[in-house]
């Protein structure tokens, strides 16, 4: 019967649910797994990347060190110029522009990662077009070619406006520039800390550039010549002319100014420290306190746009101007020229006389008198006219 059959169990209600649950926690298992696999496989993968990529980098710099370390001529390189000033992103586009890098941007990606923006100079290097990217960073960042060298000739006895035309004229310099910085105030140097620009005075820097040959790397600039004549001077103006310049009661641009005058009042060098004698004896005189030097006039007329003459003439000593010694007492304003250190020295060690005139014969000789009526009996003798 089959109410009797009470053997028999029922099946439970929940049995099919909890297969259910048994399955989904399977498959979650198995998913953690892959994902957890596929995590792991990109790891690796990753990690070869950076390895593989590090190998390739190390490989890269040291082939670029190699390059960098390989000598070069100018037959087997190319010389590749960085001009004042340049930055990466300039350099980058002249590489390209000559043909030795393809992508300016990771040019200048690698040197800003590997500190090179910072290290490059101007200056001329040999380069190559089989150089990678980064043995051209260590070129560039390296000691440019040493220039060859010219050697300047700053003459003696010229104005300075002279002196910029004759180096101008043999293109060494920009007139403009060179003058530009002439007309500045320098104060490192102690020579020139008191000098001002003024009216008088239009180039603080006349008489301080110093007259001899320099030797200079082609490729200089205005500044630093002007800056090598500055440290001659500097080095030529010793401590001891410094306190002879204060026991004459004198300033250095007084001293400077005076020997401009010897400089450019002499042929010969013997005649330094007597000419010397005749100004200073002026300078401390009561009656005779006009230099009356025709270099003075000179000067006056240069800076009047009217140019040198051959001889100073009566209507020159009228130029309305505080250089022109035949109308101003005392030294005039500034230095008429760079003097060299033998009229320095005689500036301020002049030989002790009583004279107070001299003259030039037609041969260059220098007649000196103590009096204004054996000056004009001179001058007559050696067929010379002036005061």
Not at 102 to 113: A, D, E, G, P, V
Not at 137 to 145: D, K, Q, T
Not at 317 to 335: A, F, K
């Amino acid at each position: 019967m089959v109410q009797g059959n009470s053997s028999v169990k029922k099946p439970k209600e929940n049995d099919g649910l909890g297969k259910t649950t048994s399955k989904t926690k399977v498959k979650k298992k198995k998913k953690k797994r892959y994902i957890f696999l596929k995590i792991l496989i990109l790891i690796v993968i990753c990690m070869i990347a950076f390895m593989l990529s590090a190998l390739y980098g190390y490989r890269y710099i040291v082939a670029g060190t190699q390059q960098a370390a390989q000598e070069l001529t100018e037959e087997s390189g190319i010389v590749f110029k960085i001009p004042s000033g340049a930055r990466t992103v300039n350099i980058a586009d002249s590489l390209k522009a000559q043909g030795f890098i393809n992508n300016t941007t990771i040019y200048r990606l690698m040197s800003k990662i590997m500190g090179f923006d910072n290290a490059y100079k101007a200056g001329n290097y040999l380069i190559s077009k089989d150089m990678n990217y980064y043995a051209l960073m260590v070129r560039l960042a390296g000691e440019p070619l040493k220039n060859p060298t010219k050697d300047i000739m700053i003459p003696e006895g010229k104005t300075l406006i002279e002196t910029v035309e004759i180096l101008a004229g043999q293109g060494y310099v920009d007139q403009e520039k060179f003058l530009k910085i002439c007309e500045e105030k320098m104060d490192k140097y102690p020579f020139l800390k008191d000098l001002e620009v003024s009216e008088a005075r239009k180039y603080p820097l006349e008489g301080y550039l110093y007259p001899d040959t320099y030797r200079m790397d082609e490729g200089w600039t205005e500044e630093e010549l002007i800056t090598r004549m500055l440290d001659e001077f500097n080095r030529v103006f010793t401590k001891e002319f410094y306190d002879r310049a204060e026991e004459l009661g004198m300033t250095v641009d007084e001293v400077i100014t005076l020997a401009s005058l010897i400089e450019t009042e002499a042929l010969y060098p013997a005649d330094f420290k007597k000419i010397s004698s005749v100004f200073h004896n002026r300078l401390k005189s009561k009656d005779l306190r006009l230099l009356q030097s025709d270099a003075t006039v000179q000067y006056a007329r240069i800076y009047a746009g009217l140019g040198r003459t051959s001889s100073v003439l009566y209507k020159d000593l009228e130029i309305d101007s505080p250089y022109n010694t035949y109308r101003i007492e005392g030294l005039p304003p500034g230095p008429i020229c760079s003097p060299r250190i033998e009229a320095i020295e005689a500036a301020l060690y002049p030989e002790k006389t009583n004279y107070y005139f001299f003259f030039a014969t037609p041969d260059g000789t220098n007649i000196y008198n103590e009096t204004f009526e054996g000056h004009q009996r001179d001058q007559k003798k050696y067929g010379v006219s002036g005061q």
